[in-house]
């Protein structure tokens, strides 16, 4: 079977866009991921899917704060994000759900929370809000997957938003040979 393209959108959520906890520069990745989503077989969204009491919110004694909450509008995509896309081409990965664990990137049970989304020979192209958070930590965990099944990772720095920085997230691409996209 020959290999597929998945783009993987890390938390392209209204809250990191314009909301409670909105990354600097998140809304102007917009135009440029949905110039090429459809040029992928696959898009895999993932979203952080908090509890009201989870414990990465200041409230409780985190850093963040109170964002992504489930099933409020904050955590939800823009319309423009899945706009032009078939119902049977996307998925949606869920994180950061359980109240006592930060959970800043997808796949963080390893090949568990993977199971039949990733084959050898795919091409896994991720970008998404923010660099050195969530994107850096879920392309860790989806190389780690890589290793593993035998697909490669690429990364779409077009795609990207960051709070401060880029530096972790392409000292992480050039310290592992991650090309961009």
């Not at 908090?50 to 704060?65: L, T, V, Y």
């Not at 904050?74 to 950061?96: C, M």
């Not at 930590?137 to 990772?153: D, I, M, P």
Request: net charge negative; charged share 25%; aromatic share 10%.
């Amino acid at each position: 079977m020959p290999g597929r393209s998945i783009l993987l959108a890390v938390d392209l959520q209204k809250d990191f866009i314009d909301g409670a906890l909105a990354v600097p520069g998140a809304s102007a990745i917009l135009p440029e991921i949905d110039a090429v989503k459809r040029e992928f077989d696959l898009v895999y969204f993932t979203l952080d899917w908090h509890p009201s009491g989870h414990c990465s919110f200041k409230e409780q004694g985190g850093p963040w704060p109170v964002h992504c909450v489930h099933h409020t509008a904050g955590a939800s995509l823009p319309d423009s994000v899945l706009e032009g896309l078939d119902e049977d081409r996307i998925r949606f990965i869920l994180k950061g759900r359980s109240p006592e664990k930060e959970e800043y990137g997808a796949f963080s049970d390893g090949s568990a929370g993977a199971s039949g989304l990733f084959c050898p020979e795919d091409t896994v192209v991720v970008c998404g809000i923010a660099a050195e958070y969530c994107v850096l930590e879920t392309l860790r965990n989806v190389c780690a997957l890589g290793r593993e099944t035998g697909f490669e990772v690429r990364v779409f720095l077009g795609g990207t938003a960051k709070f401060d920085t880029m530096d972790p997230l392409l000292a992480f691409m050039s310290e592992n040979g991650i090309k961009a996209w």
